[in-house]
């Protein structure tokens, strides 16, 4: 195999490993004689693995059983609005923090189906922290406090986990799910979508406390009712059975690592050095408050922008790929999920220090 360090924000690299797996299983996955793409999910097969990969996901994340897991499509996007749709009444206000493009988002849904109370917006510093919680102002009776752990684009992860003070806490954990251990008891809703840590787009995860379910509106449609999935195992109608065999694969794979103890240490060291590197040189800079610096997601600028196309196509030629910046920040971005490896990050620092030497 000739693979390059993707370092794209998602959809995001996947294990050799489970790639490897993936390609012996295609033509007859589990002795059905056929691939997982042409298996019934109603197959005894199917349901069993469907069965593992939940087994597997509760093990690594330590979900207790008086939550549900459950596998919707259409991402997280869907969930700005199933988040609302399930935990919402007619009437009611949503608190919600404001700390990046993808919590904006959040917001504009949810406003379609609810009144939203922004607690706190840190777009006075272009979202390069996370505002202090003692400033937050949350409504007296929110129906739920909405936060996003880890803002992709900007780069910015909550250093803590907010004080519901007694709502449930929902939080989009879709580029910060399985990079380290997380207290679930803490939520009432997780959710996030598959193309960062999980395995392909095409799945969602959403993890439920139980005693929100059943609360949709009525005219919520039944494919975005919580209640729903959860009742039919998430396959009240054909669920996109190829990404959730992957998704399964990649938790087996994490669980061969060692959990998620394991996987944040090397995580914790990816990141630790990339951000060294960085801080090392005026010729390249990361503006998040270092207290919230994502470890996911690497964003920095070059100190002569006009050098960031060189920078791009250079990187390119030496086998790191996707490392532009999202077009509404420019810079640079190196996305070091679960799967990126070690020798990824430090074949990007190596390169980095080279480019600066030549153009510096
Ligand atoms: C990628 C991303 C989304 C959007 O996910 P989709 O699956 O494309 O809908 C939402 N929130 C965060 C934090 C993300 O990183």
């Given at each position: 195999m000739s693979r390059v360090y993707n370092f794209s924000a998602g959809p995001a690299v996947i294990p050799d490993a489970v790639l490897e797996r993936i390609r012996q299983d295609i033509p007859d996955w589990n002795s059905t004689g056929m691939s997982i793409m042409e298996v019934s999910h109603r197959s005894r097969e199917f349901v069993e693995a469907a069965a593992k990969a939940e087994q597997d996901l509760r093990e690594l994340l330590a979900i207790p059983d008086q939550y549900s897991v459950l596998f919707p499509q259409g991402g997280a996007t869907l969930q700005f609005a199933m988040v609302p749709l399930n935990l919402a009444a007619d009437g009611d206000t949503a608190d919600y923090v404001l700390t990046g493009s993808w919590s904006k988002k959040a917001i504009e849904e949810a406003r379609k189906f609810c009144t939203v109370n922004v607690v706190a917006d840190?777009?006075?510093?272009?979202?390069?922290?996370?505002?202090?919680?003692?400033?937050?102002?949350?409504?007296?009776d929110a129906a739920y406090l909405h936060y996003c752990a880890n803002e992709t684009i900007a780069g910015v992860e909550f250093p803590f986990i907010p004080d519901s003070l007694g709502v449930p806490l929902v939080c989009d954990m879709s580029s910060t799910i399985l990079s380290r251990p997380v207290d679930v008891t803490q939520f009432g809703v997780i959710y996030a979508g598959a193309q960062k840590n999980i395995g392909p787009a095409g799945i969602t995860l959403v993890v439920v406390r139980k005693d929100l379910l059943k609360k949709a509106r009525s005219i919520t449609p039944s494919l975005l009712d919580y209640s729903v999935y959860d009742q039919s195992d998430s396959m009240s109608n054909t669920p996109p059975v190829f990404t959730w065999y992957v998704a399964g694969l990649v938790f087996e794979h994490l669980l061969s690592q060692g959990g998620l103890e394991a996987v944040a240490r090397v995580n914790e060291r990816k990141a630790k050095k990339l951000y060294a590197a960085i801080d090392a040189s005026d010729f390249f800079n990361n503006p998040v408050e270092e207290n919230c610096r994502s470890r996911m997601n690497v964003p920095f600028v070059l100190a002569d922008p006009l050098l960031d196309a060189k920078f791009i196509v250079e990187a390119g030629m030496a086998g790191l790929t996707n490392l532009e910046g999202h077009r509404s920040v420019g810079g640079m971005r190196a996305s070091i999920y679960n799967a990126m490896p070690e020798a990824g990050v430090d074949t990007l620092i190596q390169f980095m220090r080279e480019f600066e030497r030549t153009n510096g």
């Amino acid at each position: 195999m000739s693979r390059v360090y993707n370092f794209s924000a998602g959809p995001a690299v996947i294990p050799d490993a489970v790639l490897e797996r993936i390609r012996q299983d295609i033509p007859d996955w589990n002795s059905t004689g056929m691939s997982i793409m042409e298996v019934s999910h109603r197959s005894r097969e199917f349901v069993e693995a469907a069965a593992k990969a939940e087994q597997d996901l509760r093990e690594l994340l330590a979900i207790p059983d008086q939550y549900s897991v459950l596998f919707p499509q259409g991402g997280a996007t869907l969930q700005f609005a199933m988040v609302p749709l399930n935990l919402a009444a007619d009437g009611d206000t949503a608190d919600y923090v404001l700390t990046g493009s993808w919590s904006k988002k959040a917001i504009e849904e949810a406003r379609k189906f609810c009144t939203v109370n922004v607690v706190a917006d840190s777009s006075d510093r272009k979202f390069t922290y996370v505002p202090a919680e003692d400033s937050w102002r949350r409504s007296k009776d929110a129906a739920y406090l909405h936060y996003c752990a880890n803002e992709t684009i900007a780069g910015v992860e909550f250093p803590f986990i907010p004080d519901s003070l007694g709502v449930p806490l929902v939080c989009d954990m879709s580029s910060t799910i399985l990079s380290r251990p997380v207290d679930v008891t803490q939520f009432g809703v997780i959710y996030a979508g598959a193309q960062k840590n999980i395995g392909p787009a095409g799945i969602t995860l959403v993890v439920v406390r139980k005693d929100l379910l059943k609360k949709a509106r009525s005219i919520t449609p039944s494919l975005l009712d919580y209640s729903v999935y959860d009742q039919s195992d998430s396959m009240s109608n054909t669920p996109p059975v190829f990404t959730w065999y992957v998704a399964g694969l990649v938790f087996e794979h994490l669980l061969s690592q060692g959990g998620l103890e394991a996987v944040a240490r090397v995580n914790e060291r990816k990141a630790k050095k990339l951000y060294a590197a960085i801080d090392a040189s005026d010729f390249f800079n990361n503006p998040v408050e270092e207290n919230c610096r994502s470890r996911m997601n690497v964003p920095f600028v070059l100190a002569d922008p006009l050098l960031d196309a060189k920078f791009i196509v250079e990187a390119g030629m030496a086998g790191l790929t996707n490392l532009e910046g999202h077009r509404s920040v420019g810079g640079m971005r190196a996305s070091i999920y679960n799967a990126m490896p070690e020798a990824g990050v430090d074949t990007l620092i190596q390169f980095m220090r080279e480019f600066e030497r030549t153009n510096g």
